[in-house]
């Protein structure tokens, strides 16, 4: 094989092969592929977008520095912490954790049938799976927080409307997730009950349900731990549980009590969300141990018939079997407990259903005209606020998240005080950092912006942690052999690996972001909220119609346009 000085290509064809040779730079460079393209385009698209929404929201390093000064004076006023009797908080308390229990209950309840409809190898028809999403998608856009407010409106201040926003948002959050399972199953187990003759029921019963249990109580254990951070704060509005002492404590300026309300919900939170992370990681691993015996032990078995004499018409009550069976009756009677607790009835529960739909026709038609100027500048500072926080959510969480990562971590100590840091970050309730901050830093979405900020670091570090950990240690490895310092495995073994992980979390944040942008401006943070809260507290429901259409509409352009974003780079 020859190449001329000039760097013309030489072909020659060994074994049907061509092997160009040019200048060194080329074959070096990776080709400038589609998918490169775009994620070219969709980073300079970001950094527009970040630099725009920085300059409507008025970042301003001076702002930043005054307004840490004045939050260490409000600090200051806080300490020394004043925690509350026990007697006055024990019940809030335990309301939060029932609230929380039975909204979660009631989510799994509604979940499971819109779930069967919207999966796309168990629906019926189309137009049922297309209505069954919508659906789903109409329950997730609005936050729980803004559902509490209106049912507070309807039903009065209590638990009822913190349970029933609960269920409702938390059946849009469920439903995709298990919709989401169901068509990832196995179709091969699901067709051959249909081929002998099941019904529909029975298919699903026998052939599906089986593959995405696992699956579902994971699901319905993460969302529990996240409804608990939520009830919380539920209060602020008047629906019950510890977030309502907390809010009347800050609002007659009792910020040493209110210091130690707010750490006691952090606990809460923390504790929930690590025994919920515990029970999680038992049942992915005991799953994929039963997995990996039944991949080993299928070319022993033998195949012999039994005589139906013999045959057992029911599967044996194994130890697994027991545990799950008992790990059920626990947890049908923490659902019967908390209903009991909260003094809710299934009477109740149906009666609260004509009410709301009663309610309905003074929520309609929805009145754009007495909003139409504050509207659009409102959504568009929501969407800023939005971005300007996953933009900053994701600068603090990757280095938290590398440190994070077991098997890069630089010291097993330095890996702990990351996981604290990201667990007592994933505690912070959004809506009681709002209301800090806003002391600190004013009115406007500035305060809204640095709140949801921290608060996002949580989630959004731990899922570019858990990319770290599952990438293949091939690479690094080799490059260690080599003598390659932490940093040059990092940048050429990790971040290729994880990339397209960490875009998904991106995008993932920038999806959740927006639901939280539109609450903060309840206490004053900026966005839609302020208008949403005020149009219900007014009694003007034509008007909270018209502001949740557009919150409805403006969440289902951006998750169209995160999908359309996710499937052309990844």
């Not at 009756?329 to 529960?349: E, K, Q």
């Not at 929501?382 to 280095?399: G, H, N």
Request: proline share 6%; glycine share 8%.
């Amino acid at each position: 094989m020859v190449a001329s000085s000039e760097g013309t290509d030489v072909a020659s064809k060994e074994e049907g092969t061509v092997t160009p040779t040019g200048p060194v730079s080329d074959r070096l460079s990776p080709p400038w592929t589609r998918g490169r393209r775009n994620a070219l385009a969709a980073l300079i698209t970001a950094v527009i977008l970040i630099v725009f929404s920085a300059s409507q929201i008025g970042v301003d390093p001076q702002r930043l520095i005054d307004g840490w000064q004045d939050l260490g004076n409000l600090l200051g006023r806080m300490l020394p912490i004043e925690l509350p009797e026990p007697a006055r908080v024990v019940g809030p308390v335990l309301d939060t954790l029932m609230i929380a229990v039975a909204g979660t209950a009631l989510a799994v309840l509604l979940s499971l049938p819109l779930a069967f409809l919207a999966a796309s190898n168990t629906t019926p028809s189309r137009p049922v799976r297309a209505v069954a999403r919508a659906i789903i998608l109409g329950a997730r856009a609005i936050p729980d927080l803004v559902y509490a407010l209106i049912f507070v409106r309807v039903l009065g201040v209590g638990v009822l409307p913190g349970v029933l926003a609960v269920a409702v948002y938390s059946t849009g959050m469920i439903g995709k997730l298990f919709a989401e399972a169901i068509e990832e199953i196995d179709p091969g187990i699901h067709q051959a009950v249909e081929v002998v003759g099941a019904g529909r029921l029975q298919a699903v019963v026998t052939g599906v349900v089986p593959q995405v249990m696992p699956s579902f109580v994971a699901t319905v254990l993460y969302r529990l731990d996240m409804n608990v951070a939520a009830s919380a704060v539920l209060g602020f509005v008047g629906a019950g549980g510890i977030g309502f002492e907390l809010y009347n404590t800050l609002r007659t300026l009792q910020y040493q009590r209110g210091l130690g309300l707010a750490l006691i919900i952090i606990a809460l939170v923390i504790l929930v969300e690590r025994t919920s992370a515990a029970i999680r990681a038992s049942i992915v691993g005991n799953e994929q141990a039963r997995r990996h015996r039944r991949i080993r032990s299928r070319p022993t078995i033998k195949r012999t018939v039994v005589p139906h004499s013999e045959r057992r018409l029911s599967a044996p009550w194994t130890r697994a079997r027991i545990m799950r069976a008992i790990t059920a009756g626990i947890a049908a009677l923490l659902v019967a407990v908390s209903f009991m607790g909260l003094d809710i009835s299934p009477l109740a529960l149906v009666q609260a259903v004509p009410e709301l739909l009663t309610s309905v026709s003074s929520f309609f038609p929805p009145d754009f005209a007495s909003v139409q100027e504050q509207l659009p500048r409102s959504i568009m500072e929501t969407l800023t606020i939005a971005i300007m926080v996953t933009a900053l959510a994701t600068l603090l969480s990757l280095p938290v998240a590398f440190l994070a990562a077991r098997t890069i971590a630089p010291h097993p100590i330095i890996y702990h005080v990351a996981r604290l840091i990201i667990v007592v970050a994933r505690g912070l309730p959004p809506l009681v950092l709002a209301l800090i901050f806003v002391s600190a830093f004013g009115l406007g979405p500035f305060a809204g912006v640095v709140a949801l900020s921290l608060g996002s670091i949580g989630l959004t570090a731990k899922l570019m942690a858990d990319a770290v950990e599952h990438i293949d240690p091939g690479p690094g490895t080799a490059l260690r052999s080599t003598g390659a310092t932490r940093t040059q495995q990092s940048v050429t073994a990790v971040i290729p690996q994880v990339a397209p992980s960490f875009v998904a979390t991106v995008l993932f944040t920038l999806d959740s972001t927006i639901r939280s942008s539109t609450i903060v401006g309840i206490v004053g943070a900026g966005g839609v909220g302020f208008i949403t809260y005020q149009s219900v507290h007014t009694l003007q429901f034509h008007t909270t119609t018209a502001v949740l259409i557009v919150i409805f509409v403006t969440v289902f352009i951006v998750e169209r346009f995160s999908d359309a974003v996710r499937k052309r780079i990844l």
